[in-house]
């Protein structure tokens, strides 16, 4: 599928760092557009033409959600970006000493330090060690689980290693002990389908800008009757307000305080909308071919170090660290800028996994669905000369 039409031309540089951020759609921009040029309103305050319809399309979006992921509406709380979310769960819920929550050691910092905060409140956190390769053994799971468990939090798909990762197993595995389970799906729902239906997790986060959406928003998924109290309160939250005390709306509203990110919001409704029009079966497709490409021009340089595992079928995003030999990753993406290839450098914000690594970071080069075939024999040529100079 020509998926080209949908996105921004990458004519100068080719746009390796979609696990940063994705390039944002056309078709979201056009949606954001007409809000800002024809009903420009706040939501859910006053009756005018305007904020009837900004209501209306703000609204809208909970209920594509719901059928995007097979939940409920009411299950969704608007948030700035995944790591809100997670921060969301972890101030929202009630938490006594001695209450544990496992994480891997390979974790994203925003699925780590929410976690380390709570320490301070006298819960142990427990860390599951990944595999080099990235990949997460559910025995060493079962070994941490106990009684005093009372969430385990891991990502659907590493940002550095991009391993495939069995969530539902060991969802499952989390849950038989009575834990709850929070799932970081930043890298995951810009490629893969997640059905809240079926799978046993109690809390997902996930931002739109890493899948064709905006920067500023983002969205938690809370399972109808896992507890969670609102993190920020004040305007919108409320039922009843004295100078003395108030009362929070039973439903979702009351975790949306103050002015939400509406355009963001209703881009977001967009970006979800255009990814069930290309469909995931043709992402993961046109994705598997990349990836298969990708490693064997990884696997047949000289002088580069790949992280992560080597073979496609071990592969769970389009996401490849690496290292070249003698050369800073600074350096490098530097060099390959030039060459008209935009990847990303550093630590990734996974500071654990380097220093597992043993590296100060890698150099990471992710793909999505509007890279090519093209793009990548021109990378292969770029890294060979990079390469050369270690
Ligand atoms: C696995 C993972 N989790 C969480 C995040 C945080 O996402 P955001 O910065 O959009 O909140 C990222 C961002 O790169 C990520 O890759």
């Known amino acids: 599928m020509d998926v080209s039409k949908f996105f921004p031309p990458q004519e100068k540089v080719a746009y390796f760092d979609s696990a940063a951020s994705s390039l944002t759609a056309l078709p979201v921009l056009k949606k954001m557009d007409e809000y800002y040029l024809q009903y420009r309103s706040n939501v859910h305050r006053g009756a005018h033409r305007f904020t009837r319809k900004s209501s209306e399309e703000y ?112 969802a499952k595995i989390a849950k038989e002990e009575g834990a709850l389970i929070l799932l970081d799906a930043a890298q995951y729902v810009g490629h893969h389908p997640l059905d809240l239906g079926r799978m046993p997790v109690d809390f997902m986060a996930f931002s739109a800008h890493k899948c064709f ?70 992402m993961e497709a046109h994705e598997k071919k990349l990836v298969g490409k990708m490693l064997s021009v990884f696997l047949d340089a000289e002088n580069v170090k790949l992280y992560g595992p080597k073979s496609a079928e071990e592969k769970g995003c389009a996401l490849f660290s690496f290292n070249v030999k003698s050369l800073a990753h600074h350096e490098v993406a530097v060099m390959l800028d030039n060459l008209g290839f935009a990847l990303r450098s550093g630590h990734h914000c996974a500071i654990p996994l380097a220093k597992k690594l043993g590296v100060e970071g890698t150099v990471r080069a992710s793909l999505h669905v509007y890279n090519t075939q093209e793009q990548i024999q021109g990378f292969e040529e770029a890294l060979g000369k990079v390469a050369k100079l270690a």
């Not at 709380?77 to 000493?97: D, P």
């Not at 929410?114 to 990235?134: F, I, N, S, T, Y």
């Not at 109808?224 to 439903?251: C, D, I, K, M, Y």
């Open 59 to 170: 609204e809208g979006v909970y209920k594509k959600l719901a059928k995007f992921f097979h939940a409920k509406e009411s299950e969704f709380i608007s948030v700035r970006n995944c790591t809100e979310g997670i921060n969301g769960v972890a101030l929202g819920r009630e938490w006594k000493e001695g209450d544990e929550v496992i994480v891997t050691d390979i974790e994203h910092h925003s699925n780590l330090l929410p976690w380390l905060q709570l320490k301070k409140k006298g819960v142990k956190v427990r860390v599951l060690e990944a595999e080099m390769d990235g990949s997460v053994d559910a025995e060493k799971l079962r070994v941490l689980l106990s009684k005093k468990t009372k969430l385990f939090a891991f990502s659907a798909c590493s940002n550095v290693l991009g391993a495939k990762v069995p969530v539902e197993k060991l």
């Open 213 to 282: 959406g905006p920067t500023g928003v983002g969205a938690l998924f809370h399972r109808e009757g896992a507890q969670l109290e609102p993190w920020f309160v004040g305007g919108g939250t409320v039922r009843n307000v004295s100078t003395e005390e108030f009362s929070l709306l039973e439903n979702r509203e009351r975790f949306e305080a103050g002015t939400p990110a509406i355009a963001e919001w209703i881009g977001l409704g967009a970006a979800i909308e255009l990814i069930s029009q290309i469909g995931y079966g043709n």
